[in-house]
């Protein structure tokens, strides 16, 4: 019978990590995008102007870059500009996206189901249920597989 | 009827014999298993075990009528008839993880598995040894090969891989074949060599189709989305991002439209515009609502509406012939410029056969609209 008389260290190794051929993503050398600009979306919001809010919101999403801060602040500026909207303009401000600003759209608001406050449920759902309508399970599902995320 | 429920798991994959009277499919086990097609319904005549795993990938060649299969065993056996019985020839793949899929070359000297081992396995009989031999590629693929489909020309292979890209290498064996013409995909063709390459955003690539004179290749990526690649100096790439569920398998059936089908368990038209580089939705090829709409009592709406907060009567019922994912679709007859009927098996273990009317209207001014009608044959 063999007894197993050496350290059992080794079974703590992942060697997924030494393997050579392991895969990395790859990531593209595109520009930076820094995310909407904090002040601007604000500023329309006071002012009533929802849908350059959030036509402005919506611009640069920091999908390429790592960067959790610059995440977090674009993720907080857009769920500002989606909660001040009210439920009965919320199909025409969909509507007036592209195909891709509609995938933008389920991201942010994927990424907001993440870290649900107070209110934010309630209205994320009523954005989710439109932008559905619009995107269908496709834009869900490259919500899911899309790596470069928002 | 033209769909039948061969089995109550799924069908794995399967092939199609040159006159198409017999069907060599998985039954999601170790074996292959053969069925003729008689005057009413499907009988099995044969049972191929040789496999120690489940079988991943059957092709059937058709003018040499040989059946080649490949495994989870890391295996692959090339199955030749003599007399009543199918005789294996084990081929010594030489990778560490499982044969995914494989696909004789259109002069069938040659095949090509994709395996979880990162690379593609070129395979040929070698005549002075009496052994099948396989060469590698396997730069530049990061991970798993999960289909191939080969350019009429016998050289060119077009791989969709799960590291989100598909490419088309250069499978020439010199030992075989004299060097192949230039194509728009290039003119050097090395082996091994990557003359296309997509560019990976997406999600996997499930399924890779070459058009029927190879200028184009298609792919289906697990981002639901669909894109068609045009041959040329720099390959111009259309894509669509779908509003379904991803698709898993598709084919050309004219030069300038493809049939691709997946979860959604319907096949769908897909028609490419080239001038334009757009692809656009064609429509969804299905059984018509059958279902009556029944009147619905107050009662079942308060009901309704207190238990799923809607009152529709939406059945969760699946309407499509098929009732789980389809994970395979084969043109049966016309090839892949002018296909006539095509056959999709799924993970309900049925196997159904589409016929695909085409009738052509040329306007005046438009090139030729090609308009295909779909219906179920009787």
């Not at chain 1, 002012?47 to 390429?64: E, I, K, S, W, Y």
């Amino acid at each position: 019978m063999a007894k197993n008389t050496l350290s059992s260290r080794f079974r703590k190794v992942d060697i997924d990590e030494f393997d050579e051929n392991k895969f990395v993503d790859e990531q593209e050398e595109a520009a930076e995008l820094q995310g909407p600009d904090g002040a601007e979306p604000t500023h329309l919001i006071h002012q009533g102007d929802m849908m350059t809010a959030f036509h402005v919101a919506l611009r640069n999403p920091p999908v390429n870059t790592k960067n959790a801060v610059v995440k977090e602040r674009a993720q907080a500026i857009v769920l500002r500009v989606l909660t001040s909207f009210r439920s009965s303009e919320i199909e025409t401000a969909v509507r007036s996206l592209d195909r891709n600003g509609v995938d933008l759209l389920m991201k942010y608001i994927y990424r907001g189901f993440e870290k649900p406050t107070e209110n934010s449920s309630v209205i994320l759902l009523q954005w989710h249920e439109k932008a559905f309508a619009v995107g269908g399970l496709g834009s869900i599902v490259r919500v899911l597989t899309a790596r470069k995320t928002v | 009827m033209a769909y039948h429920s061969f089995l109550l798991e799924p069908i794995s994959c399967h092939a199609w014999n040159k006159d198409r009277t017999q069907i060599a499919l998985c039954p999601n086990n170790h074996e292959v298993h053969i069925y003729q097609k008689e005057r009413s319904g499907w009988m099995k005549i044969h049972v191929l075990k040789e496999h120690n795993g489940q079988v991943t990938g059957i092709d059937w060649a058709p003018e040499s009528n040989r059946i080649v299969t490949c495994g989870t065993d890391r295996n692959a056996y090339v199955w030749t008839l003599k007399g009543s019985m199918w005789k294996p020839t084990l081929v010594i793949l030489r990778i560490n993880r499982a044969a995914r899929c494989v696909k004789w070359s259109p002069r069938e000297n040659k095949f090509a598995v994709g395996s979880g081992s990162r690379l593609i396995s070129i395979c040929y009989f070698e005549q002075d040894n009496d052994w099948w031999v396989c060469k590698h590629i396997k730069k530049p693929i990061r991970s798993t090969v999960l289909s191939l489909d080969w350019h009429p020309n016998n050289v060119l292979l077009a791989s969709g891989s799960c590291d989100f890209k598909c490419r088309i290498f250069s499978a020439y064996i010199k030992e075989l074949e004299d060097k192949p013409a230039p194509t728009p995909w290039g003119s050097k063709m090395p082996f091994g060599e990557v003359m296309f390459e997509s560019s990976g955003a997406g999600g996997w690539i499930h399924d890779v189709s070459f058009s029927a004179s190879g200028n184009r290749v298609a792919w289906a990526s697990h981002d639901s989305t669909v894109a068609i690649a045009e041959g040329g100096k720099t390959p111009v790439v259309a894509s669509l991002y779908l509003e379904t569920l991803p698709l898993l398998c598709l084919t050309f059936i004219t030069e300038n439209s493809l049939v691709a089908a997946g979860h959604d368990c319907y096949p769908a038209l897909f028609v490419y515009d080239a001038e334009r580089s757009t692809i656009t939705f064609g429509g969804k090829l299905d059984v018509p609502k059958q279902s009556a709409q029944r009147g619905m009592t107050a009662r079942e709406r308060f009901q309704n509406l207190d238990k799923k907060a809607t009152a529709d009567n939406k059945e969760a019922v699946l309407e499509s012939l098929h009732k789980n994912s389809i994970s395979q679709i084969l043109v049966l007859e016309g090839d892949k410029a002018k296909c006539t009927k095509f056959c999709t098996t799924g993970m309900d273990g049925g196997m159904a056969v589409w016929d695909v009317k085409v009738s052509s209207q040329s306007v005046m001014s438009l090139p030729c609209l090609l308009t295909l009608i779909f219906c179920i044959m009787a």
